[in-house]
């Protein structure tokens, strides 16, 4: 299977923080990303885990651990406009082939 | 903005014609995909290209065909529409595999009626 887990609904308030987990199975696994998707707008790259740790973009990071199958994206000093649908995406393979997770649809409230 | 351009941008076609969706882009990446999302289902890969004439097969290929004959131009087929194809289709390049950094474009919504 190529299937990766995430929670499908986060709820925060502004300026707080908020992880969303992704699980996902290991054949051909090279390296995890994370995207955004606002409401009918087309999904956008955030960050790229090829190795184990964390990395740091502005207010997100994001995190990889190969030995557990885990990762998480991290998004500090939330903001309404973070309101958006979040993927994680496993690169699979030497011909890139790019798998999205379910999606965890977070709510920013005031 | 990456340049790719899917076309059409909306569709609507009847149950069992032929339909092509283009996907074009200017940056001479690499790698193309071909995704549809559907109300909760994420979205899941029809078809990825990682080079001229070099395709293969994602997780929902059945009734789907591609064709990668130049750098710049990336085609989704159904042979024969079905309802169940109706969803939104999206097309995303990719330059390197490095960091799976890949840029999507704006959809085409197909309606099967």
């Known amino acids: 299977g190529q299937s990766l887990e995430q929670p499908s609904e986060v709820t925060a308030v502004e300026g707080a923080i908020v992880q969303i987990n992704c699980t996902y199975q290991?054949?051909?696994?090279?390296?995890l990303s994370w995207y955004q998707q606002h409401d009918g707008g087309a999904p956008t790259f955030l960050s790229y885990?090829?190795?184990?740790g964390l990395e740091e973009t502005g207010r997100f990071s994001s995190f990889l651990s190969r030995s557990d199958s885990y990762g998480y994206l991290l998004l500090q000093e939330l903001q309404m406009k973070d309101s958006a649908s979040y993927f994680c995406?496993?690169?699979?393979?030497?011909?890139?082939?790019?798998?999205f997770g379910t999606g965890t649809l977070l709510a920013v409230q005031p | 903005d990456a340049g790719i351009t899917q076309s059409p941008r909306h569709k609507v076609t009847e149950t069992g014609t032929p339909v092509t969706l283009r996907c074009h882009q200017t940056?001479?990446?690499?790698?193309m995909y071909w995704y549809r999302q559907d109300p909760g289902h994420g979205l899941r890969l029809i078809h990825y290209?990682?080079?001229?004439?070099?395709?293969d097969k994602g997780e929902v290929s059945d009734g789907y065909s591609v064709s990668r004959s130049k750098t710049e131009d990336f085609l989704l087929t159904l042979e024969s529409a079905t309802s169940s194809q109706t969803s939104v289709y999206f097309c995303?390049?990719?330059?390197?595999?490095?960091?799976?950094?890949?840029?999507f474009g704006q959809g085409t919504r197909l309606t099967v009626v």
């Open positions: 995303a390049i990719g330059k390197e595999s490095t960091n799976t950094e890949a840029f």
């Open positions: 885990n090829g190795l184990d």
């Open positions: 290209s990682y080079g001229v004439k070099d395709t």
């Open positions: 995406v496993s690169q699979r393979g030497a011909t890139n082939k790019l798998i």
């Open positions: 290991t054949s051909g696994f090279y390296g």
């Open positions: 940056e001479n990446h690499r790698y």
